[in-house]
């Protein structure tokens, strides 16, 4: 009698264990979405944000024609990144404006930069978060656990490598 109680409270035991490594592993994955969103909003805002500077203060004809286009693009990219994120369970606030750490830090970095200084730095910058935004895409696209922003991912990232590659055919 004492061993089927005992049989019977391991079985419950193992069941809660497996019922929390569920909810873990959804609350990660889930976390891994906001994570992804959040960071792809704060670079799509890095871009616009550094571009708009460098167009004022480039005279270099292809570091202002690279960042007209990021303009355009990451406006783009931000659109479906909020499309996305409606088709998803992300809460829409991980999309937001606000930049934070080493993209302040970037850009507090350009406003105080002038002619090629500033050229230099630009591209810089660019090559670093196209790079990392690379990264990211490609993790999230093969391990991201939101159809709709797996999609994104899928959809944007051609285009994130072509930046990537035109940003280091600019010399400043």
Do not use: W
């Amino acid at each position: 009698m004492m061993k089927k109680h005992l049989n019977t409270a391991m079985a419950v035991g193992a069941a809660i264990l497996l019922a929390g490594c569920t909810m873990n592993s959804n609350t990660i994955n889930h976390s891994a979405s906001e994570n992804f969103v959040s960071k792809v909003a704060m670079s799509d805002h890095f871009e616009m944000a550094s571009s708009t500077l460098a167009l004022k203060k480039s005279h270099n004809a292809q570091v202002r024609a690279f960042a007209r286009s990021m303009i355009d693009d990451h406006a783009g990219s931000e659109r479906e990144l909020r499309n996305a994120v409606n088709s998803s369970s992300v809460d829409r606030n991980f999309v937001t404006d606000d930049l934070s750490g080493t993209y302040t830090d970037k850009l507090d970095m350009l406003r105080g930069k002038r002619g090629k200084d500033f050229d230099t730095a630009y591209i810089m910058a660019q090559r670093e978060t196209h790079s990392d935004a690379v990264r990211l895409f490609r993790d999230y696209r093969e391990h991201g656990s939101s159809k709709s922003l797996r999609q994104f991912a899928v959809d944007s990232l051609p285009t994130i490598e072509a930046h990537e590659q035109r940003i280091y055919k600019i010399n400043p």
